[in-house]
């Protein structure tokens, strides 16, 4: 499949998000790999060709784990927090 025009922000295929959360005590055991080999089988099943993991750019050790599942930059998600100045 080809990427999508520049200014499309939508993927033109099935897609979703993906997000798992370990507490401290667990990290470093499978429990996260586990958790997304899960959730792509279940994605998978439903007929999704794509999953994205929204991650802070500062959030080093989930970038590091995403990155060794085969999940690589894929773009920019900018944000404003709304009555705060």
Do not use: K
Request: proline share 6%; aromatic share 6%; charged share 20%.
């Amino acid at each position: 499949m080809s990427e999508p025009p520049e200014h499309q922000i939508l993927r033109p295929e099935p897609s979703a998000q993906v997000h798992t959360v370990v507490l401290p005590d667990a990290r470093g055991l499978g429990v996260g790999a586990a958790l997304l080999e899960a959730a792509e089988r279940w994605a998978t099943d439903r007929g999704i060709t794509y999953l994205s993991a929204g991650i802070h750019h500062r959030n080093a050790g989930a970038v590091r784990f995403y990155g060794r599942h085969g999940y690589i930059d894929a773009g920019c998600s900018l944000g404003r927090r709304l009555g705060v100045r």
